[in-house]
């Protein structure tokens, strides 16, 4: 159950929660509890995001939201390490890349019209599975193919044998999704944005 009422403000004292976070839309705290709590800095995208977490929420790929008030909530702590900097240190292997097919089927599955995520919102945990923070747009950007996600393993190095996975895993998307990487890629290179 979420308890939920857009009125509230935020009753939890901070000053002595350690600040986990902060991005351009909210700043993360973690509260004693173990949760927790984002408050948002621009109301637009805070709805945004409650409104997806509510609607996912209990999905194992995503924190489970408890609270939300005007301009907080309270959601499940993310633990383990950022899958950029996973892949830096450890590379992929084609159980990994399996987990972020699986993650992205998901996405399909619960009909996210953006299949789509940036690699330094997923979080690998300690037992391997993955999560992800700070969905965004999920449920209004149109997105076919997992483009960020693809930038940002080419840009790590590990896009090729993503592909040779996904090739060999679910040739469905492979077919579906491949073509548009390689152009995405393409057209990046020659702007030389990559
Ligand atoms: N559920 C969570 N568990 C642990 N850390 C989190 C969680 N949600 C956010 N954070 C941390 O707080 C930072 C900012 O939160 P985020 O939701 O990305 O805010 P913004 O929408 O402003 O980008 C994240 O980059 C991450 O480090
Ligand atoms: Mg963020």
Redesign the pocket.
């Known amino acids: 159950m979420i308890e939920k009422n857009i009125y509230k403000k935020n009753p939890y004292d901070l000053t002595n929660c350690k600040l986990?976070?902060?991005?351009?839309?909210?700043e993360?705290y973690l509260l004693p509890d173990g949760k927790?709590i984002?408050i948002g800095?621009n109301n637009k995208?805070f709805t945004g995001?409650y409104r997806i977490l509510e609607r996912v929420n209990g999905n194992k790929y995503f924190?489970k939201i408890s609270e939300i008030g005007s301009n907080y909530m309270v959601?499940?702590?993310?633990h383990g390490k950022i899958l950029s900097k996973h892949i830096k240190k450890n590379g992929m292997d084609k159980n990994l890349a399996c987990k972020i097919i699986d993650m992205l089927k998901e996405f399909e599955k619960i009909k996210f019209s953006k299949i789509d995520v940036r690699c330094k919102?997923i979080f690998i945990q300690e037992d391997g599975e993955l999560k992800v923070?700070?969905p965004k747009k999920c449920y209004s950007r149109q997105r076919n193919f997992p483009r960020h996600l693809s930038k940002g393993l080419y840009k790590l190095k590990v896009l090729d044998y993503f592909l040779e996975v996904l090739e060999e895993y679910d040739s469905r998307l492979y077919k579906k999704w491949s073509r548009k990487i390689n152009k995405y890629i393409k057209q990046r290179e020659k702007l030389s944005e990559l």
């Open positions: 986990l976070g902060k991005g351009h839309n909210g993360v927790v984002k800095l995208s995001e924190p959601r499940e702590c993310v919102d923070i700070d």
